[in-house]
C-alpha cells in the first residue's frame, strides 16, 4: 500500500539556520509525484515544492528544495535561511494516479517546525 | 488569479444534523478533491470530482457524498452527522489528469459537531 512516513513529529531550528525536514514514501508505482505543503496555525495548506519519479535533478523553489533519493525512497525538504514565518505544520504528500486517470494525495502525518529567534 | 475559496469558512451543527460545504476551484481548474483534517487521522481523502463525475473515492461511510457542477463547483454533504465528524474540511483543485500537476488548497472549513 502506498504510504508516507515523516518520522519527526516536531523540529526545532534557530533563525537564519538551515534545516531539514525528513520523508520517506513507499509506492510499487514507477511513476508518482511527491509534494511538501505548509499548513499554518490558519489551516490553509501552501504548496511549496514539487519533485517527480522521472525527474533526474532535485527540485528547488527559492530557500526550498527538495533533497530526493529515489533508491532510498526518502524525498526530504531543506530549508535554507529559516525565518520566523516558516513556524508551521509541514506535510509530506505522494500524489498517485489511479485506474481511470483518478488522482489522490496520500499524506504524512505531518512535522511542526517552530523556528527561534 | 483567484485561488481555491470554500464557504462557510466555520461551522456548528449538532448531531443528526447534515451539511453542505462548496469549493470553487480555481478558474479552469476540473479536478476537484476534498480531504478530511483530524488530530487523530491526520488528512484523509475523502472523493474526487472531474468534470462532473466522481472518479475516485477514500474510505468513508456513505453518509459522506459529494458532486461537482458543470462550472467545477463541488459541494460536499454530511448527512446525520456525528462528534467524530468534527473536522476542517479541505478542497483542493487542479487541472486533472497529470501526476505532475499541483493540488492547490482552499482555507477549509472548520466543522465542529456538538
Known amino acids: 500500500a502506498q504510504k508516507i512516513t515523516q518520522t519527526q513529529p516536531g523540529m526545532f531550528v534557530q533563525e537564519k539556520e538551515a534545516v531539514t525536514l525528513d520523508c520517506t514514501y513507499d509506492t510499487s508505482d514507477p511513476s508518482y509525484g511527491l509534494f511538501w505543503y505548509k499548513q499554518p496555525s490558519s489551516g490553509e495548506m501552501i504548496f511549496l515544492i514539487y519533485q517527480g519519479s522521472y525527474d533526474q535533478q532535485n527540485a528547488t523553489e527559492g530557500r526550498y528544495s527538495l533533497n530526493f533519493q529515489k533508491a532510498r525512497k526518502s524525498a526530504n525538504l531543506v530549508i535554507s535561511a529559516s525565518q520566523l514565518g516558516d513556524s508551521a505544520m509541514y506535510f509530506c504528500?505522494?500524489?498517485?494516479?489511479?485506474?481511470?486517470?483518478?488522482?489522490?494525495?496520500?499524506f504524512g502525518k505531518g512535522t511542526k517546525l517552530t523556528v527561534n529567534p | 488569479k483567484a485561488g481555491v475559496t470554500q464557504t462557510p469558512r466555520y461551522l456548528i451543527k449538532t448531531r443528526g444534523q447534515q451539511v453542505t460545504l462548496s469549493c470553487s476551484p480555481i478558474?479552469?481548474?476540473?479536478?476537484v478533491s476534498w480531504y478530511q483534517q483530524t488530530p487523530g487521522q491526520g488528512l484523509q481523502f475523502l472523493f474526487e470530482?472531474?468534470?462532473?463525475?466522481?472518479?475516485n473515492k477514500g474510505n468513508f461511510p456513505g453518509r459522506f457524498s459529494g458532486r461537482q457542477f458543470s462550472n467545477s463547483r463541488s459541494e460536499m454533504n454530511v448527512s446525520t452527522l456525528e462528534l467524530g465528524d468534527s473536522a476542517l474540511y479541505l478542497c483542493?483543485?487542479?487541472?486533472?489528469?497529470?501526476?505532475?500537476?499541483?493540488?492547490?488548497f482552499g482555507p477549509g472549513t472548520r466543522l465542529l459537531v456538538l
Open positions: 483542493a483543485s487542479s487541472l486533472g489528469g497529470d501526476i505532475q500537476e499541483t493540488q492547490y
Open positions: 470530482y472531474f468534470s462532473e463525475t466522481q472518479r
Open positions: 478558474s479552469g481548474h476540473r479536478s
Open positions: 504528500a505522494m500524489r498517485l494516479l489511479t485506474q481511470g486517470g483518478s488522482e489522490k494525495l496520500v
